[in-house]
Nanobody, 116 residues
Framework: QVQFVESGGGLVQPGGSLRLSCAATGSIFSINIMGWYRQAPGKQREVVATHANSGSSAYRDSVKGRFTIYRDNTANTMYLQMNTLKPEDTAVYYC??????????WGQGTQVTVSS
């Protein structure tokens, strides 16, 4: 079974940028829709953005215009470019199959902290 390894998180000031990476241990070519999720302390995990093999993507309202999801099937990697970060973006970010009902085992995630 494919596993996902997230990286790229860190501490950034409000207004800053980060690019998250999601490396799969196997091919993601056959996975139609993949997504980035996040979980803030005391809150449920929520979907942030999804990307389909057709090239279409979708975003939750709070990140539209600031985040960009894209994937490189040849490298079995998905990315999340995050710009104009806000404190409310602070969370552990995960990647997995989308929708959530199709998600497989979760990785460790990568911590994103937006703070001055």
């Amino acid at each position: 079974q494919v596993q996902f390894v997230e990286s790229g998180g860190g501490l950034v000031q409000p207004g800053g940028s980060l690019r998250l990476s999601c490396a799969a241990t196997g091919s993601i070519f056959s996975i139609n829709i993949m997504g980035w999720y996040r979980q803030a302390p005391g809150k449920q995990r929520e979907v942030v953005a999804t990307h389909a093999n057709s090239g279409s993507s979708a975003y939750r309202d709070s990140v539209k215009g600031r985040f960009t999801i894209y994937r490189d099937n040849t490298a079995n990697t998905m990315y999340l470019q995050m710009n104009t970060l806000k404190p409310e973006d602070t969370a552990v970010y995960y990647c997995n199959i989308a929708p959530n009902s199709r998600a497989i085992s979760w990785g460790q995630g990568t911590q994103v902290t937006v703070s001055s």
